[in-house]
T-cell receptor, first 115, second 112 residues
Framework: GAGVSQSPSNKVTEKGKDVELRCDPI?????LYWYRQSLGQGLEFLIY????????KSGLPSDRFSAERTGGSVSTLTIQRTQQEDSAVYLC?????????????FGAGSRLTVL | DAKTTQPTSMDCAEGRAANLPCNHS???????VYWYRQIHSQGPQYIIH???NNETNEMASLIITEDRKSSTLILPHATLRDTAVYYC?????????????FGKGTRLSVIA
C-alpha cells in the first residue's frame, strides 16, 4: 500500500483481556518497528523485525507482550492480560533497510485504552 | 548510535525562522544526522538527514558544523502547523541490526 496501515485505530478493553494490534507495512519494506507512546511521553521502542533475522525484543516491557511478523509483511502485536498502564498509542513503522537512508514511515497508530 | 542532546522546548513567532539545535559530540564518521517531527496525535514524520554537508529540502534546512559535533534544523518560515516535537537522531546509514531509538526531542511551539 501507499503507507503504513494500523488497525484498529482505537481499542477500548477491560483490564485482564487480551488485545491484538495489526500493522500492514509498506510493500517491500524489509524492516518493521513497534513503538509505544503513553500520554505526554516520548516514543518507547518495543520490538524490531529485520528481514529473516530473529527479532530484537529488547524493548518489550513484560512477557505479556509479544509480536510476530508473518511472511515478512503483516505484523501483530499481542498484549495478554492487559493492565491499565498498557494504555497508550501503539505505533508501527516500516523501513526499506538498504544502503539508502534510514527513513522510517509511521502509521497513524492504535490508541489502546484499558479500563 | 551516538547520543544526542536537545533543548526540552522552544518558542518561535509565526513567520520567523525556527532554529532547533542538536548536540551530538560523540558522533562517529559514518553516522548521519536525522530529523523527525511528531505533530500532536500523529505518527512521527521524517524531515531531513545529512552527513557533513548542509542539506535543504522542501521542508527544512540542516546545518551541520564542520566538526560534526552539533547541527541545527532550520524551518525558514514557521507556521502554526509546525508546532510539534522535533527529534534529532544519529545513526549509521543502512545499519540493520540495531533498533532506531528516539530521545525526548524538542517541543516547538509556534506562536501567532
Amino acid at each position: 500500500g501507499a503507507g503504513v496501515s494500523q488497525s484498529p485505530s482505537n481499542k477500548v478493553t477491560e483490564k485482564g483481556k487480551d488485545v491484538e494490534l495489526r500493522c500492514d507495512p509498506i510493500s517491500g519494506h524489509t524492516a518493521l518497528y513497534w513503538y509505544r507512546q503513553s500520554l505526554g511521553q516520548g516514543l518507547e521502542f518495543l520490538i524490531y523485525f529485520q528481514g529473516n533475522s530473529a527479532p530484537d525484543k529488547s524493548g518489550l516491557p513484560s512477557d505479556r507482550f509479544s509480536a510476530e511478523r508473518t511472511g515478512g509483511s503483516v505484523s501483530t502485536l499481542t498484549i495478554q492480560r492487559t493492565q491499565q498502564e498498557d494504555s497508550a498509542v501503539y505505533l508501527c513503522a516500516s523501513i526499506l533497510q538498504s544502503s539508502g537512508a534510514n527513513v522510517l514511515t509511521f502509521g497513524a497508530g492504535s490508541r489502546l485504552t484499558v479500563l | 548510535d551516538a547520543k544526542t542532546t536537545q533543548p526540552t522546548s522552544m518558542d518561535c513567532a509565526e513567520g520567523r525562522a525556527a532554529n532547533l539545535p542538536c548536540n551530538h559530540s560523540t558522533i562517529s564518521g559514518n553516522e548521519y544526522v536525522y530529523w523527525y517531527r511528531q505533530i500532536h496525535s500523529q505518527g512521527p514524520q521524517y524531515i531531513i538527514h545529512g552527513l557533513k554537508n548542509n542539506e535543504t529540502n522542501e521542508m527544512a534546512s540542516l546545518i551541520i558544523t564542520e566538526d560534526r559535533k552539533s547541527s541545527t534544523l532550520i524551518l525558514p518560515h514557521a507556521t502554526l502547523r509546525d508546532t510539534a516535537v522535533y527529534y534529532c537522531i544519529v545513526r549509521v546509514v543502512g545499519s540493520g541490526n540495531t533498533p532506531l531509538v528516539f530521545g525526548k526531542g524538542t517541543r516547538l511551539s509556534v506562536i501567532a
